[in-house]
């Protein structure tokens, strides 16, 4: 679809689900013939994910949150839903992030239309799309209008009462709880960050955190313990590393590997395209994209920590620019550490200071004296193409 075209629903169900190469935060508002809201009972987002006809979906971490409607089941006097995003990241804007708006039947998941707003630079917050009534027809709309003043700019437009947020938001909760009461609804805030790294790397032992707290925005060489309240907390991860091309329609051919060393820096094995699993099926790779194109993690690393040798101590994910390009023409790389189990985001690293050079180390996972894993935050450039040219600075990384 392009701004300002439009589909009839061909189901009365449908989703909207929006993706990125970040996370966004994606909300609902019911709109009457006057293009208001009726009450701030009719803005639908993760700290009020239902309303009459329409449900908030969250995806984990792993999936684009979406907005389901039914129109069937709309109260009468609502004309209109309007789907909206705005990164996660506190002060992000959609410069050189494309988000793509999917509409799919919501029972068999079919794809009805994808929209991508183009030309965006300083928007904070968008309108993706809207579901509308037209002559007794529902139909889809791509609509693409931009906000520099985030979701509290979109509320207020539409007719939510904005409150303003205290100093210290709560983090987002990994699963929104239903709200017990109908308070007047505060857009959300974005979660906590952790604390940002001093100037120069923590001495060993030092600025180390956990994920009591839930989610964790790292810093570069600022380090996590994959343990929560004490207790290990996962077995299985999986290493997602995305990225974009800096100008459209020139491809990115980016290539994520994982490299594992044993107690004395030994190069064990490495994980990439061309060798999908390692070390007894313990480390797997998703396989190869060569575009850098699509909403999501561009490719993935499946680690069962459970099932490691004890002669692998450290990994080290790695990208490198096969076809050569440097990442100054990248838009944006990122990785993440998801739980395997349940898709859950528990750590993300957003690598913003490109340089020009076509290889990175992104981030390291080092088994401890106790068992424990910690992951530490790299982005460190170095000029390797493929991640052969990697195995000896990664080592000397550890």
């Not at 009468?76 to 999917?102: H, M, N, Y």
Request: hydrophobic share 40%; proline share 9%.
């Amino acid at each position: 679809m392009t701004p300002g075209s439009n589909i009839p629903l061909p189901v009365t169900r449908v989703a909207v689900d929006v993706a990125a190469p970040v996370r966004l935060d994606v909300s609902g508002l019911l709109l009457t013939a006057d293009g208001k809201v009726r009450s701030d009972d009719d803005f639908i987002f993760y700290n009020q994910p239902a309303g009459p006809g329409v449900t908030y979906r969250s995806g984990g971490g792993s999936a684009p949150d979406a907005i389901i409607v039914d129109t069937s089941a709309l109260p009468p006097g609502i004309e209109k839903i309007v789907v909206t995003a705005s990164p996660d990241a506190a002060g992000q804007t959609f410069r050189g992030i494309e988000p793509t708006a999917t509409v799919r039947g919501a029972d068999d998941n079919t794809v009805l239309a994808t929209f991508t707003p183009p030309r965006l630079g300083g928007e904070t917050a968008l309108v993706v799309v809207e579901i509308y009534l037209r002559n007794g027809v529902w139909k889809a709309r791509a609509v693409g209008q931009g906000y520099t003043n985030g979701l509290a700019g979109i509320a207020t437009d539409f007719g939510v009462s904005v409150e303003e947020p205290a100093a210290a938001a709560p983090a987002r909760p990994a699963t929104p709880p239903m709200p017990t009461t109908q308070p007047a609804v505060t857009p959300p805030a974005p979660p906590m960050a952790a604390p940002p790294a001093p100037p120069a790397p923590p001495a060993p032992g030092a600025g180390k955190i956990n994920l009591d707290k839930g989610r964790v925005n790292l810093q570069k060489n600022q380090t996590v313990s994959l343990v929560k309240g004490g207790s290990p907390l996962l077995s299985q991860v999986k290493m997602g590393l995305g990225w974009e091309p800096a100008y459209r329609g020139k491809d990115i051919d980016l290539d994520a590997s994982v490299i594992a060393y044993g107690p004395q820096r030994n190069h064990v094995d490495s994980c990439y395209f061309g060798k999908l699993s390692i070390v007894n099926g313990a480390i797997k790779h998703s396989g190869d994209n060569l575009t850098g194109e699509g909403g999501g993690d561009d490719e993935v690393i499946t680690v069962d920590l459970g099932r490691l040798p004890q002669d692998v101590t450290g990994l080290v994910f790695t990208v490198n620019s096969f076809s050569g390009q440097k990442f100054t023409e990248v838009a944006k790389a990122y990785c993440r550490l998801l739980d395997a189990a349940t898709g859950e985001e528990l750590v993300r690293f957003d690598l913003t200071g490109a340089e020009p050079q076509t290889g990175v180390m992104m981030a390291k996972l080092i088994r401890q004296f106790t068992g424990e894993w910690e992951m530490t935050a790299m982005g460190d450039f170095v000029k390797a193409r493929t991640v052969r040219n990697m195995v000896k600075p990664a080592a000397q990384s550890l």
